[in-house]
């Protein structure tokens, strides 16, 4: 548009504002959005603004004042008056790239007891450009779960540049931002930081497998350091696997802002006429008891809300993985189902390397994008495996990669267009692979067909979704020239398409998400996900670290713990530390001596008679933390509080000070008894207080030294 043409547009814009589109009365009205124990307080200014009060403490006295400042909007477009990073960036028909808010109305519905969803209505005074901040409050699990749904009323196309899902603002001294990062095999490597003045950004760009160097969840802790019991802290966590960013400005009144959403960075949006772009959902909770009280706030909502079968147990896997890679045959699969027998699995996992025929998957070289069972490995296929171990009373479950292609494969010779590519770029591959191009509606409808293939064999009721490549050339070939910013948004809406497919069409097939590890770990995708897989890092040492990391988040259910061959040391060592997640095993238990395999099935026999239920389904007390002694413990406690589970695990010789449990019913006595063939306490009983106050020796005092012990009330 030419420079005359845009002046005349915006005088038009401007003459229309008080015309067209009355702004609202409403200066004044509140709009509060309780939990049981949290607010967030909002209020529309006289200037038809609506402005963030408070989150936090419900029972805040906010002063009656509605001179309110800029800076405090609850969702700041730019353009328009607000100087700091704003929430939403929107480039209009006309070319006009400033963009005003105003109330126009809210309301709030009641979903059931717990839930409720609130919807404040927003427009733009000159524009037929509307945006409504939609937020859910879960009561009893003191959660909000904010998105933002932007429509486009104008007669041509809108760009956005930045679309945050939600932008909330904290007024303390000082905020402590802890993040989780790491790489393959250092997920969720925990890193505290006292924010400075500017903007500290936590983000992905890769758009696939987004989640590797980092997960998009944090805690922030206002006024101090984090702890686990004490403190004012806030837990966010994004419902998005794609590129994301959580942008925290420090402002120069020592407010905090944390503008969170898919990372804006070369991903402008265009809308056309009459769409609406629908954000992905921001997870927030508050706490003044500190960030123990956060992660279980979290896991009981994902129990209700958040994971598939939130209240069913996990099933006890073997997997095949690290114990024959690619290389097996049907013979070797089927000798594994008797020892899955064995040791009381539940569910035998037939991991990579099934498939492919004129490029068998031997390798990680070939195979990838031809799902069909490679006929010299498997030579009676997928489905006889299945009713192989069914036949001995095991479950079965199956890898698939469908989201992926190595270029040696019949699906690449046959659709090189299909793969994420760069025009005039040589390939470059990561695990010689390529990201197939959800944007691409054929490719969709492929990769769901692989994925409903699989899982429509016969005796098939579990499968491990993985995906090992993320994106570094994203360029589509089917999206024009002017959306190829929007490929990595369109892949991931596009992943959770097929993905809702999967849990809707198999509801009995449970399933994990992976990705090259915890490249995948967000509740985006674990609507769709009974667990994940965290890491290739089975050290149990390592593992603790990385458990510890993700349970910020996650509930013990959906945090797979296997049992490997991994790290020097005792095997009660590590499976000590995989009962404390989701418990499976990868080894070949056949080469295991008698005494370990039998301690291996008496475990898991534990497990599932005791301590499963209490901890994927209890509450979880991170005690001493890996980071900062010399062992770390950790307890959960049945939500009626009549049993607990406390883990001890010694890191580095060190003397035996007590463990000092937490969460019990101070009034109740329980009955301790170390489990798990240590035999520290075998019945006595103590109440509650006492055992909180006290605690209880350990009897852990080298390296590798653990126990698992029971307290049960009488
Ligand atoms: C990466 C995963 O993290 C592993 O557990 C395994 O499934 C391999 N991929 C298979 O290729």
Redesign the pocket.
């Known amino acids: 548009m030419k420079y005359a043409q845009f002046l005349i547009a915006l005088l038009f814009a401007v003459s229309a504002r008080a015309a067209d589109f009355p702004t609202t009365t409403a200066g004044g009205e509140s709009i509060n959005i309780p939990t049981a124990h949290s607010v967030l307080m909002l209020r529309v200014g006289d200037d038809g603004r609506v402005y963030e009060l408070h989150y936090g403490a419900p029972e805040k006295e906010i002063a009656k004042t509605n001179v309110l400042a800029r800076e405090t909007e609850l969702y700041p477009p730019f353009g328009d008056g607000f100087i700091l990073e704003p929430a939403l960036e929107a480039t209009h028909a006309d070319g006009n790239t400033s963009t005003d808010l105003i109330y126009v109305k809210h309301s709030t519905t009641t979903i059931d007891t717990n839930v409720s969803l609130t919807r404040i209505e927003l427009r733009d005074p000159a524009y037929p450009f509307f945006v409504t901040l939609c937020f859910k409050s879960y009561a009893a699990e003191d959660v909000i779960e904010q998105w933002t749904e932007i429509r486009n009323g104008e007669n041509g196309t809108v760009t956005l540049a930045r679309f945050a899902s939600a932008a909330p603002q904290f007024k303390a001294r000082e905020y402590w931002l802890t993040q989780f990062h790491g790489d393959y095999k250092t997920e969720a490597t925990m890193d505290e930081e006292k924010l400075g003045h500017g903007i500290k950004i936590l983000d992905s760009k890769i758009g696939v497998r987004a989640d590797r160097f980092r997960f998009p969840s944090f805690i922030l802790s206002l006024n101090a350091p984090a702890d686990e019991e004490t403190g004012e802290t806030i837990g966010g966590s994004l419902e998005w696997s794609g590129s994301f960013q959580l942008a925290f400005d420090l402002d120069f009144k020592n407010r905090l802002r944390a503008l969170c959403g898919i990372n804006p960075f070369a991903s402008e949006y265009k809308l056309k006429p009459g769409e609406t772009f629908t954000t992905p959902s921001m997870l927030w909770t508050w706490s003044d008891s500190g960030k123990g009280q956060v992660s279980r706030n979290f896991h009981r909502w994902a129990r209700q809300y958040g994971i598939r079968d939130g209240n069913k147990p996990r099933p006890v896997l073997l997997?095949n993985?690290?114990a024959t890679d690619?290389n097996f045959t049907e013979q070797l699969i089927v000798s594994l189902f008797d020892g899955a027998k064995k040791i009381g699995a539940d569910t035998f996992l037939l991991?990579?390397?099934w498939f492919g025929n004129a490029h068998p998957r031997n390798k990680?070289n070939a195979g990838l994008g031809d799902w069909q069972a490679n006929t010299n490995k498997l030579p009676h296929g997928v489905s006889f495996l299945a009713s192989e171990a069914n036949k001995r009373g095991i479950n079965f479950g199956i890898?698939i990669?469908p989201e992926m292609v190595n270029p040696s494969s019949d699906l690449f010779e046959q659709h090189p267009d299909w793969a994420i590519q760069q025009p005039k770029r040589e390939f470059i591959y990561g695990?010689n692979q390529l990201d197939l191009d959800l944007s691409n509606p054929k490719v969709e409808n492929f990769v769901w067909g692989v994925v409903s293939n699989t899982l429509s064999t016969p005796g098939v009721s579990y499968t491990?979704w993985?995906a090992?490549r993320f994106v570094n050339q994203p360029g589509s070939t089917y999206l024009p020239a002017d959306e190829q910013s929007e490929l990595l948004i369109k892949y991931n809406f596009a992943l959770y398409g097929v993905m809702s497919n999967m849990a809707a069409s198999f509801p009995n097939v449970m399933a994990m998400a992976?990705?090259?590890?915890g490249g995948r770990v967000d509740y985006g995708s674990m609507k769709y996900f009974d667990s994940f897989?965290p890491?290739?890092n089975t050290d149990p040492v390592s593992r603790i670290k990385i458990q510890w990391g993700f349970s910020h988040f996650f509930p013990a259910e959906t945090i797979a713990a296997h049992v490997t061959q991994m790290g020097k040391r005792p095997l009660k060592f590590a499976i000590d530390v995989a009962m404390s997640g989701a418990l499976g095993v990868?080894m070949d238990v056949r080469k295991l001596s008698p005494s370990d395999l039998q301690f291996l099935s008496n475990s898991i026999a534990l497990y599932k008679k005791e301590i499963r239920d209490v901890v994927e389904q209890g509450d979880l007390y991170r005690l001493e933390s890996p980071y900062d002694s010399a062992r770390a413990a950790l307890d959960y406690v049945s939500a009626d509080k009549s049993r607990a589970v406390l883990f001890v695990y010694q890191l580095k010789g060190g003397e035996d000070k007590s463990v000092k449990p937490r969460g019990l019913d101070p009034q109740k006595h329980y009955r301790v008894r170390a489990t798990n063939d240590r035999e520290v306490y075998t019945g006595e009983i103590a109440d509650g207080a006492t055992l909180m106050r006290d605690g209880l020796p350990t009897e852990c005092h080298n390296a590798f030294d653990s126990a698992v012990i029971e307290m049960i009330a009488q």
Do not use: A, L
Request: proline content about 0%; hydrophobic content about 20%.
């Open positions: 997997n993985w690290e690619m991991d990579d390397g990680d890898w990669e695990r491990k993985d090992n992976c990705s090259g590890g897989w890491s290739d990868d």
